[in-house]
């Protein structure tokens, strides 16, 4: 709206900023990924396993 004051318009700019900022971040640090080492190892040891 035209008729809000700059300094209105700047607290909102910071407000949706901070919360972006931190919903990128809980996001981030979440989710969990599997490491290529632990993938590689357990690949390593079931192709050792022989069936007869």
């Known amino acids: 709206?035209?008729?809000?004051a700059p300094i209105s318009w700047l607290t909102l700019f910071i407000y949706f900023s901070?919360?972006?900022m931190l919903f990128n971040?809980?996001?981030y640090?979440?989710?969990?990924?599997?490491?290529p080492l632990n993938?590689?190892?357990?690949?390593s040891?079931?192709?050792l396993t022989w069936k007869w």
């Open 39 to 43: 993938e590689l190892k357990t690949f």
């Open 29 to 35: 640090f979440i989710t969990t990924y599997n490491s």
């Open 18 to 20: 901070i919360i972006f």
């Open 1 to 4: 709206m035209p008729q809000m």
């Open 45 to 47: 040891t079931n192709s």
């Open 25 to 27: 971040c809980l996001n």
